[in-house]
């Protein structure tokens, strides 16, 4: 088969092409790591072979020499991931390279668990960008870390920031809610989901337990067991002074920050929201509200 009909052949065959790309990534990384990097002698003049053998690599990562063969030649053979961590170890691969091996291994990569970072000024300038428009930004629990004039305008945060809590215990919110039980089951579809991409991770779990006291609502909803996944929702929002707004709410992951989640809120067109919202941002719609219902609500979390 000449070089061109592999190429075809492999424009076909997706599976094909990713172990292909295994194949040599693997070998790759190999010839890059040296035997003094691996804590190995270095042979001298004697080694031909650039970076550490086959063998080698299979016998510091505790597997077997022709399962790694096998593994570097992109044969269809089952992996796991300790097996790839184990490699991961000793071809001193990086984090972005970690999961860029369990992509090509076709397994999920891990998810990733990034230490707790204040929010860049970057980002708060994003979501402030969006006003008049709410926008916020939530950690993996769905605690609010951060908001814009317009959210803390929109949205009551006087009983704490976690999303989901708030749903259930704040009396103001659910208020304006206009479909509250339909936007209840929703949101805790969608934190099932979220807790399920994190088996183990306890800060869910105290969410939950949180609730379990506090809501016999949410009990009953996370007793069905239903998932959902993060998407458009629409809300409909009874605003004590700027009326109804009709909102898209869309989450938008942060690639630098997975452990972060955007959430803005778009009007929707020809339901007068986006004037609305004009007003409620403007210095008379702000002395408006905070004066129908008090500022302490409205406290931004890094104010």
Known sequence: MTTSQQARALDTDPDAARRQELREFLRGRRARVSPAQAGLPDGGA?????????????????????????LEQGRD???????????????????????????????????????????????????????????????????????????????????????????????????READW???????????????????????????????DRESPEFGELWARGDVRPPGQLTKVIAHPTAGELVFESTQLKVPARPDLTIVMLNPVAGTGTAERLEWLTSPQGRRTTLRSVGAAAYARPHD
């Open 46 to 70: 004697r080694r031909r072979t650039p970076g550490l053998r086959r063998e080698e690599v299979a016998v510091l990562a505790g597997v077997g020499v022709s399962w790694y063969q096998w």
């Open 77 to 175: 053979i089952t992996v796991s991931p300790q097996v790839l961590d184990a490699v991961s170890r000793v071809l001193l691969l990086d984090e972005p390279e970690r999961r860029h091996l369990y992509l090509l291994a076709g397994l999920n990569p891990p998810v990733q668990t990034p230490e707790p970072a204040p929010v860049s000024d970057g980002l708060r300038r994003l979501i402030d960008a969006w006003t008049p428009f709410p926008a916020h930004v939530l950690d993996p629990y769905w605690n609010i870390v951060a908001f814009n004039d317009a959210a803390g305008l929109v949205f009551d945060y006087s009983t704490g920031m976690n999303c989901l809590v708030s749903y259930f215990v704040n009396p103001v919110n659910r208020a």
């Open 181 to 211: 039980a339909s936007g209840a089951a929703a949101v805790v579809a969608q934190f099932r989901m979220a807790a399920a991409e994190r088996p183990g991770d306890h800060g869910y779990r105290q969410i939950v337990d949180q609730l």
